[in-house]
């Protein structure tokens, strides 16, 4: 059964101060992995897909990278409105479905 | 692209009542999902449609749960005999055929009382 563990669960940082969160998974055949974004109260926004070992991708403060068996969302300089939970999903080539299996996030608190 | 819109965006509902939720998609996606999402959790997937055909169903899905999308365009959600454990967000996805990225919408939240 596929499986996408994040950690830390939760993440407090000062403005600025930058960090990283992981994203592992146990997939067979990977079609993809995703990173979302998620505001309080509202659905979770797309930010990358990554689709092989070594790709990277960017927007603005945060990069995200890709091994054979864990992702990273690294967030640079880190600004108050970053603050949201990360959800990580892999969707694999298998199956009709096409569907994406998430983690359970990671909370994000920027200080100012 | 207006994105996709769900209705209600809030409901409070007596346990043992029925509700229903809608979803409207980006209207050139053909792919439709519905996950649930409780707190501190990932989305979890319920159902998924290509047009109006209901392709598969999450065993999370019980009997109590139904999904509609006729014509292949909006879809409704509905849950007979509404349990506590029901309480969540019920989150509706859209998507064209080549591409597994799911566009979602804000959600409706769900508590049973």
């Known amino acids: 059964e596929d499986q996408v563990t994040q950690s830390p669960e939760a993440l407090r940082l000062q403005e600025g101060e930058s960090s990283s969160l992981n994203c592992s998974y146990t997939?067979?055949?990977?079609?993809?992995l995703f990173w979302y974004r998620q505001d309080p109260g509202k659905g979770p926004e797309f930010l990358f897909t990554?689709?092989?070992a070594g790709e990277e991708k960017e927007k603005e403060r945060l990069k995200a990278t890709l091994t054979k068996k864990e992702s990273f969302l690294h967030i640079t300089a880190p600004k108050p409105e970053d603050s949201a939970t990360y959800l990580c999903a892999v969707a694999q080539f298998s199956g009709s479905a096409r569907q994406l299996t998430f983690g359970s996030g990671t909370q994000l608190t920027v200080l100012p | 692209d207006t994105g996709v819109s769900q209705n209600p965006r809030h409901k409070i509902t007596k346990r043992g009542q029925n509700v229903t939720f809608r979803c409207d998609p980006i209207?050139?996606?053909?792919?439709l999902y519905w996950y649930r999402q409780t707190l501190g959790q990932g989305p979890e997937f319920l159902t998924y449609?290509?047009?109006?055909?209901?392709?598969?169903k999450s065993r999370l899905l019980s009997d109590r749960f139904s999904a509609e999308r006729p014509k292949g365009s909006f879809s409704t959600l509905e849950i007979q005999r509404t349990e506590q454990g029901d309480s969540a967000m019920y989150l509706c996805?859209?998507?064209?055929?080549?591409?597994?990225?799911?566009?979602f919408g804000s959600g409706t939240r769900l508590t049973v009382v």
């Open positions: 449609f290509q047009n109006e055909a209901q392709l598969e």
């Open positions: 996805a859209s998507t064209p055929d080549t591409s597994p990225r799911l566009s």
């Open positions: 990554l689709y092989s």
């Open positions: 997939v067979s055949g990977l079609r993809g």
């Open positions: 209207s050139e996606h053909n792919r």
